[in-house]
């Protein structure tokens, strides 16, 4: 199932973190859209010297797994993710670097982009030193795309589900049958 990039308007799912050097996390994709980067100070939209809005990427996925010493919520109420539940990954800056080229490597390899249910590794490689005195050492992270395997169909099914729960909020009346129309599949 595709994705399609959508204005987020729903209530937020707790983020995701990696705090620590070689913590990741194996999920499947839900959704991926671009949202505003905000001034943390101010909470108004940043904007490059054009007037164009500063965009980052932001990740809905169903947690398969997570090692070290991964969480998710806020810093004022950490909770430990848990297999299953649905959690925001926010890019940033090196992130969306590093979800460009796993995308990139995904058409490369599948000849398409990611996809609803699509298993992605993310991982805390590294952090190189800081450029400037003063500031904190620069998060180097990666990302890995895969398709799921036949024995992750439960996974898939469940991150599609999710997928269309967070498209469709509210129930769609059936109106198959109107009109003439027939219940079999065409």
Same mark, same amino acid.
């Given at each position: #199932?595709?994705?399609?990039?959508?204005?987020?308007?729903?209530?937020?799912?707790?983020?995701? *973190?990696?705090?620590?050097?070689?913590?990741?996390?194996?999920?499947?994709?839900?959704?991926?859209?671009?949202?505003?980067?905000?001034?943390?100070?101010?909470?108004?939209?940043?904007?490059?010297?054009?007037?164009?809005?500063?965009?980052? *990427?932001?990740?809905?996925?169903?947690?398969?797994?997570?090692?070290?010493?991964?969480?998710?919520?806020?810093?004022?109420?950490?909770?430990?993710?848990?297999?299953?539940?649905?959690?925001?990954?926010?890019?940033?800056?090196?992130?969306?670097?590093?979800?460009?080229?796993?995308?990139?490597?995904?058409?490369?390899?599948?000849? @398409?982009?990611?996809?609803?249910?699509?298993?992605?590794?993310?991982?805390?490689?590294?952090?190189?030193?800081?450029?400037?005195?003063? #500031?904190?050492?620069?998060?180097? @992270?990666?990302?890995?795309?895969?398709?799921?395997?036949?024995?992750?169909?439960?996974?898939?099914?469940?991150?599609?589900?999710?997928?269309?729960?967070? *498209?469709?909020?509210?129930?769609?009346?059936?109106?198959?049958?109107?009109?003439?129309?027939?219940?079999?599949?065409?």
């Amino acid at each position: #199932m595709p994705i399609e990039l959508t204005d987020d308007t729903r209530e937020p799912t707790p983020s995701l *973190k990696l705090p620590n050097v070689g913590d990741a996390a194996v999920f499947h994709l839900v959704d991926a859209n671009d949202v505003e980067l905000r001034n943390f100070d101010t909470g108004l939209p940043e904007t490059y010297p054009d007037g164009n809005p500063k965009m980052q *990427k932001v990740l809905t996925v169903q947690l398969v797994s997570a090692s070290g010493t991964a969480v998710a919520g806020t810093r004022e109420e950490p909770i430990t993710p848990t297999p299953g539940d649905l959690y925001s990954v926010w890019c940033g800056a090196s992130g969306s670097w590093a979800w460009r080229q796993a995308v990139k490597a995904l058409r490369q390899a599948e000849g @398409r982009g990611p996809a609803v249910g699509d298993v992605i590794k993310w991982e805390l490689e590294r952090e190189e030193p800081a450029k400037q005195r003063g #500031m904190n050492p620069r998060k180097v @992270r990666t990302f890995a795309i895969r398709p799921p395997k036949p024995d992750e169909a439960a996974g898939l099914k469940a991150a599609e589900a999710a997928h269309m729960a967070r *498209k469709h909020p509210t129930p769609v009346e059936d109106t198959s049958t109107a009109y003439g129309a027939t219940t079999e599949p065409f």
